[in-house]
């Protein structure tokens, strides 16, 4: 069983920074990508970030400069380096790996979330 876990949430005010980590455990043999989605409350999910086994990262228009995707292989961690945050950044955050075993894709996975909320 793939396990992720979020966390590193919180309260900030407008204009404040977080770094939630999402350490991953379990049978993963190998990874597709990884990546941030995130949810507000009455919206649908939205993919915030990816970053691929070769290290290349893409972000929604959304959070474009401001945040950034990062890995540490060692520690098995993706991170969402989240700056300037805004009002509209208060969301569950999820992250994501999808696994791979050799050239085939085995599953999707995601976290339980981690809750973000930015206000004054």
């Known amino acids: 069983q793939v396990q992720l876990v979020e966390s590193g949430g919180g309260w900030v005010q407008p204009g404040g920074s977080l770094r939630p980590p999402c350490p991953a455990s379990?049978?993963?043999?190998?990874?597709?990508?990884l990546g941030w989605s995130r949810q507000a409350p009455g919206k649908q999910r939205e993919l915030v970030s990816v970053?691929?086994?070769?290290?290349?990262?893409n972000y929604a228009d959304s959070v474009k400069g401001r945040f950034t995707i990062s890995r540490d292989n060692a520690k098995n961690t993706v991170y969402l380096q989240m700056n300037s945050l805004k009002p509209e950044d208060t969301a569950l955050y999820y992250c994501?790996?999808?696994?791979?075993?050799?050239?085939?894709?085995?599953?999707?996975?995601w976290g339980k979330g981690t809750l973000v909320t930015v206000s004054s």
């Open positions: 379990g049978a993963i043999f190998g990874f597709i990508s």
């Open positions: 970053i691929t086994s070769g290290s290349s990262a």
């Open positions: 994501m790996v999808q696994t791979r075993r050799g050239g085939l894709i085995t599953g999707t996975y």
